[in-house]
């Protein structure tokens, strides 16, 4: 059974730094690219950013390039999500997601992720 877990989220000052994990267990964590996705409520759901398989390929949102960095270690099953400079319009619930995809994963969107965590509140106040 497939398990997609985050963590790290919660409240925080603007200016301040969370970072988010996720753990992934039940398939080949390196068959897959990773993503991480946000929703804040009224909204629709966002790509914020993405990995390939083996770190080569990154994306970034531009709401949220230079601030975030994403990161992967396949030996751990765990997906990151650095989040430095945090702004209030950074408060949404964050997803996980897999995606078992070939080429970039920054043309992919929600639709062709296979497998999602429950999200993980991350909260920033001014």
């Known amino acids: 059974q497939v398990q997609v877990v985050e963590s790290g989220g919660g409240l925080v000052q603007a200016g301040g730094s969370l970072r988010l994990s996720c753990t992934v267990s039940g398939l080949t964590f390196d068959d897959y690219d990773m993503g991480w996705f946000r929703q804040a409520p009224g909204k629709e759901r966002e790509k914020v950013s993405c990995?390939?398989?083996?770190?080569?390929?990154?994306y970034y949102a531009d709401s949220v390039k230079g601030r975030f960095t994403i990161s992967r270690d396949n030996a751990k099953n765990t997906l990151y999500l650095q989040m430095d400079s945090l702004k209030p319009e950074d408060t949404a619930m964050y997803y996980c997601?897999?995606?078992?995809?070939?080429?970039?994963?920054?043309?992919?969107?929600?639709?062709?992720?296979?497998?999602w965590g429950q999200g993980t509140q991350v909260t920033v106040s001014s």
């Open positions: 997601a897999a995606a078992k995809i070939y080429g970039s994963c920054r043309y992919y969107g929600a639709t062709a992720y296979n497998y």
């Open positions: 990995i390939n398989w083996s770190s080569s390929n990154t």
